[in-house]
């Protein structure tokens, strides 16, 4: 029990990263995400679980405004990065998407070869000022992706050409070259085989101590084993959110009870 206690003194002793009040998401017509409030820890992994269609994506993708290339989309609330309003109008979405990395749920590198997969980002967003600043960007990020072994002898071959966790980790060097200070997974090992996805959530467990890191996972196996908090949300409601183990072995929801057990979902 003090173990809990310490734990929870800690969580509340460490910053929020992202702060997200009131959050609100209609597609058309249709209301996804319903008054949503929640506060993300900077150096922590973030799991969002629950069923599908049920709004976790969708919150995900507000985080770096990708709803915006949504027709239709309309988000309401608020939702801070370093206190600062990510909606306000003054805020460019490619700037913020160089400060909120993404990676999806298939593999989608760029038909480039792997250098030029990785230094895409930092060439668009002028962040090196010469070819030398560039290879030690590249390298960096491939070494922190666990890539740079497999790939360094092959920098010009296609990326496309690297088995599917490989292009999974190509793809996280690629989201982590801009230097961003959150990093956003929608499902990212849905598409991969077993050992790839252990070296993915070993990698993980790594990047945590350099980013923010919100992970979207249909895996509550997932979830147990990569995150620190977790949220749950249901038909477009954040039912619970809390320290990951309190979660998984102590609900307060009955909602949250029954979808770890299997009775919903």
Known sequence: MNDMRIAERV???????????????????????????????????????????????????????????????????????????????????????AKVGMVFQKPNPFPKSIYDNVAYGPKIHGLTRNKAELDEVVETSLRRAALWNEAKDRLKSPGTGLSGGQQQRLCIARAIATSPEVLLMDEPCSALDPIATAQIEELIDELRSQF?????????QQAARVSQRTAFFHLGYLVEFGETGQIFTNPKDPRTESYITGRIG
């Open 11 to 97: 969580v509340d002793s460490m910053e929020s990263k992202i702060t997200a009040r009131g959050v609100q998401v209609f597609y058309g017509q249709n209301h996804a995400l319903k008054d949503v409030d929640v506060d993300i820890l900077d150096k922590t992994v973030t799991a969002f679980i629950g069923p599908s269609g049920c709004g976790k994506s969708t919150f995900l993708r507000c985080l770096n405004r990708m709803n915006d290339t949504i027709d239709g989309c309309v988000v309401k609330g608020s939702i801070k990065i370093d206190s600062e309003d990510i909606y306000d109008p003054k805020v460019d979405p490619v700037q913020l998407r």
């Open 212 to 220: 923010s890191v919100v992970i979207v996972t249909h895996s509550m």
